[in-house]
């Protein structure tokens, strides 16, 4: 199985955009499926985590209100909406899969397979 994010680019402060996973093969035995992303010279930090089978999410305190997950199981697809983003929200945004039953989402080491990022960038 392999997990393809889409959707990044450049955008103005205030701006959308729409991040798409799509996992390819098959999804087998996964639980869960969350959005990290990457600035340059900093660690890879939790942003939300969506769970398959129930729809129910979590996300890190820096994003309530502004982002949202979701998912559509029968195009083995998730989304993430970001409205009114931000300079700081620049990142490389990286979506991956946890397998079975629930581990601590905003941990790395939680997740089994990771897909290869896709740029965003927020301009002041």
């Known amino acids: 199985v392999q997990l393809v994010e889409s959707g990044g680019g450049l955008v103005q402060a205030g701006g959308s955009l729409r991040l798409s996973c799509a996992a390819s093969?098959?999804?087998?035995?996964?639980?869960?499926m969350g959005w990290f992303r990457q600035a340059p010279g900093k660690e890879r930090e939790f942003v939300t985590v969506?769970?398959?089978?129930?729809?129910?999410?979590y996300y890190s305190d820096f994003v309530k209100g502004r982002f949202t997950v979701s998912r559509d199981n029968g195009k083995n697809t998730m989304y993430l909406q970001m409205n009114s983003l931000k300079p700081e929200d620049t990142a490389v945004y990286y979506c991956?899969?946890?397998?079975?039953?629930?581990?601590?989402?905003?941990?790395?080491?939680?997740?089994?397979?990771w897909g290869q990022g896709t740029q965003v960038t927020v301009s002041s």
């Open positions: 991956a899969s946890m397998r079975g039953a629930w581990r601590d989402p905003v941990k790395t080491e939680s997740y089994d397979v």
């Open positions: 093969g098959r999804p087998v035995n996964f639980s869960h």
């Open positions: 969506i769970s398959l089978n129930t729809g129910s999410t």
